[in-house]
């Protein structure tokens, strides 16, 4: 069935350090995928998004990277800070008649150590 | 402006009673969507609405769960009468209208739903 989910439950990086959490998703259909992040007791907070017409989009130290051969998608966080500690999920359209209902992964928490 | 709102931040409850959650969106914000989180588990689509009219339901989980928007403000999820398993994290979500935007979904900070 079509699915979302995450290699790596969780991740410890040190401070500094780039991290990289991965998602590999089934629906080849899929067109659209956001990356989110979660901190203990707030929602999911939207930090970047990219279509299935693009293989990599940059934002501020964040990168997203579609491989849509192998259904893989990435998110790089350069010079990880204690604020990035969270749990990250991975999510894709529904599809078009779901205006923007996403399926989330599981999540991967990231752990930043001083 | 204000965010997504939801209320009760917290709710426990023992099994065979009613909890009415409630959800105010981003105003001006025509779609309104629900999730669930239970522990350690991906977040689940559940149902979403545009304006009153609910767009696409199919991951209510069952008869026991209705949501309502009256109106098309604010919105009520009720779960009558909770099981166990309905414990989790209830988010409630709101988005500009599709094709405008990013399709950023604005996520509130959860109701979490205790179930004894």
């Known amino acids: 069935g079509e699915s979302v989910g995450l290699h790596l439950p969780t991740l410890s990086v040190q401070e500094g350090d780039n991290s990289i959490i991965n998602c590999a998703y089934s629906n080849s259909a899929s067109d659209y995928f956001i990356w989110y992040k979660q901190e203990s007791g707030k929602g999911p907070q939207f930090i970047i998004d990219?279509?299935?017409?693009?293989d990599k989009r940059q934002g501020q130290r964040v990168t997203v990277l579609l491989n849509k051969t192998v259904k893989h998608l990435s998110l790089q966080i350069a010079a990880t800070q204690p604020g990035d500690s969270a749990v990250y999920f991975c999510?894709?359209?529904?599809?078009?008649?779901?205006?923007?209902?996403?399926?989330f992964g599981k999540g991967t928490s990231l752990l930043v150590t001083p | 402006e204000a965010g997504v709102t939801q209320f009760p931040s917290h709710s426990v409850i023992e099994k065979g009673q009613t909890v009415t959650l409630r959800c105010d969106p981003i105003s001006g914000h025509d779609n309104l969507y629900w999730y669930r989180r239970v522990m350690g588990k991906e977040i689940k689509f559940l149902l979403h609405f545009v304006k009153e009219s609910k767009q696409d339901e199919s991951g209510m989980p069952n008869n026991r769960f209705l949501a309502e928007r009256t109106g098309g403000t604010y919105s009520t999820l009720k779960v009558q009468p909770a099981e166990l398993e309905d414990s989790g994290v209830y988010f409630c979500a709101s988005s500009q209208d599709p094709g405008v935007g990013t399709g950023e979904l604005f996520f509130g900070e959860g109701s979490r739903l205790t179930v004894l």
């Open positions: 999510a894709e359209n529904r599809g078009s008649n779901s205006g923007y209902a996403l399926n």
């Open positions: 990219i279509r299935s017409n693009m």
